[in-house]
């Protein structure tokens, strides 16, 4: 049976988190004196008395969870977190619906980076603020953020991490998984700060530096101007910017070991992390000749922008300095497959994972080993670790449903009236939490603030599912889980 009292608990004890982010917003809206103050003020009481509402209804719960209730509990934590991230927007009149409202939250808690907001130039600064800060919440999960500060208040914290940690191999730094939590956490931040500073060298003012430092390191793409990172046309920006953004990308557990542990060639023998970078490396340098060739860009300047794009749509940041909606089409099939593929698991990232990438190219030369030699045991190995046949399967499992996803929503979206270029790329940046569509009639910047509210609240799914990997969302509505066993 489910716990509705735990989870009542653990939702509650979460909404005191989000009521203190929302006051840390309040008060940027102070310290700039706009309009934003009651929005920030009313949506930090509403939070507060629902934690209050919440606590109560889970008073005397036992602080265990089952594996039926921790799915449940990241599901629903993300939904209600981004439900109350909606009250700033609308009590504001920033957002004038709920279902705009919810989209931006979604979006921004996901770290999708889509936006229906046409102009953020406009927003009062405590509103980019909460846009910023919600997807550096997000970026390396909600229930995790609470795991590392508050380990008390999530009973059961491994299934948990098991329900909303990315990738299909859940590495741990630490036998207790509250220190991992932190250590994570750890670096998190500093990479953020590090970031901020790069950023505020390179010609950025404080807030300009906080807010893309957040949404950067996060991978997610919300900015605090119309043309984002682009409206400052330096290099040393963009160069700022891909090397946080890379480095968000890879596993920050293996950050870790490389950084703290002084262990760098577990770095350079890393089977992801090889793959990730030869990714890179390779579109990059077809993007390149393409833009060098065909469009006549200085060699400079065809080296950074082909760079940044692969960079910010392999590790799903989905932020652009160039109209690459111009680009030839070449590059829109480059850039289509490193979306998709992703960049490393237990990142800030999205997409399909390399790890998951090297299981499947692992287990193609196995395929064809087995055709010369029939009678021969090939097992999988990566990084030295044998995969069991169970992953073998949920890898499989996996791809299969992301790719119905992609399909499912591009034809909803095709019926809808959305051309079929479109369709699929915003089907394929949401499913991956990237962001913009690549079709050069949306242009820079894309925002998705016409389509239909049915398509919209199709994406927020879409997004959610995206972010917990599918699995995780997808099995609440089988029915084995919910029998009593």
Known sequence: MVNLRIISKIIG?????????????????????????????????????????????????????????????????????????????????????????YFETMSGFTTTGATIIDNVEALPHGMLFWRSLMQW????????????ILPSLVGGSVKVFAAEATG???????????????WIWSIYLMLTVGCGVAYWAAGMDWFEATNYSMTTTATGGFAIHNNGTADFQSPAVDYVSIVFQFLAGINFTLLYMSIFKLKARELLRNSEFKLYLSVVVLA?????????????????????????QVVAFMTTTGICNDDIGAWPHLTWIIIGIVMFLGACAGSTSGGFKCIRGVMTLKVLRNNFRQIIHPNAVLPIKVNGQSIPQSRIVALFAFFTLFVLMILVTAAIMILAGIDTTNAITIALSCVSNVGPSLDNQVGLPITWSGMSDIIKWTLCLLMLMGRLEIMTVLVLFTRAFWKDN
């Not at 919440?137 to 590392?148: H, K, R, S, Y």
């Not at 299909?168 to 932190?182: E, F, G, V, Y």
């Open 284 to 308: 990059t340098a077809c993007i390149m000749t393409v833009l060098f060739v065909q469009m006549e860009y200085p060699l400079e300047k065809a080296f950074r922008n082909a760079l940044f």
């Open 13 to 101: 004890s979460l909404l005191f988190v989000e009521a203190f982010f929302l006051a840390l917003c309040l008060v940027m809206a102070f310290v700039f004196e706009e309009d934003d103050m009651l929005a920030f003020a009313l949506s930090l009481l509403i939070s507060f008395g629902s934690a209050l509402l919440f606590l109560y209804l889970g008073r005397n719960a036992e602080n265990t969870l089952s594996r039926h209730d921790a799915y449940i509990v990241v599901t629903a934590v993300w939904v209600i977190f981004s439900l109350f991230g909606t009250f700033p927007f609308l009590i504001h009149g920033s957002i004038g619906n709920i279902t705009d409202a």
């Open 168 to 182: 299909p191999i859940k590495a741990k730094m630490h036998p207790r998984l509250t220190t991992t939590a932190k």
């Open 137 to 148: 919440i997000g970026g390396l999960g909600i229930v995790f953020f609470t795991i590392a």
